[in-house]
């Protein structure tokens, strides 16, 4: 019984292009190995351009589900702080009576009220 040759996938991707072509000359079980390869070669050739489209097709979709999610993001966060008032919450903490100044925590001031390091 003939045993099948198994050395065409290590000449393949460790030789050198002449010694695999030396050895397909030879052994008809590599030959047909390569036969079958150039045959998925070409399918994957021919499919490649739709493929390229597609996965262009996708990623244009892609971007502009981001845009739509952080269009969406952003009208939320814009619509709460329009709500609840964003500028009504900093103004009443900042300028409330109960606010205490740098006087009250004992730090010298100077007239434009900046700290004095002297």
């Known amino acids: 019984m003939n045993e099948k040759c198994t050395k065409f996938k290590s000449l393949y991707l460790f030789r050198d292009e002449t010694e695999l072509e030396e050895h397909l000359k030879e052994c008809p079980d ?10 998925v070669s070409e399918l994957l050739q021919e499919v490649k351009p ?9 990623f244009t979709q892609l971007k502009v589900a981001c845009i739509l999610c952080f269009g969406m993001f952003t009208g939320m966060l814009i619509g709460y702080f329009t709500q609840y008032g964003y ?3 900093t103004a009443s903490t900042t300028y409330t009576e109960t606010s205490q100044t740098t006087n009250e925590y004992g730090m010298p001031i100077d007239s434009y009220g900046l700290i004095s390091l002297n």
């Open 87 to 89: 500028t009504t919450i």
């Open 30 to 39: 590599c030959r047909a190995e390569k036969e079958k390869m150039d045959k």
């Open 50 to 58: 739709y493929y390229a489209r597609q996965r262009k097709r996708s």
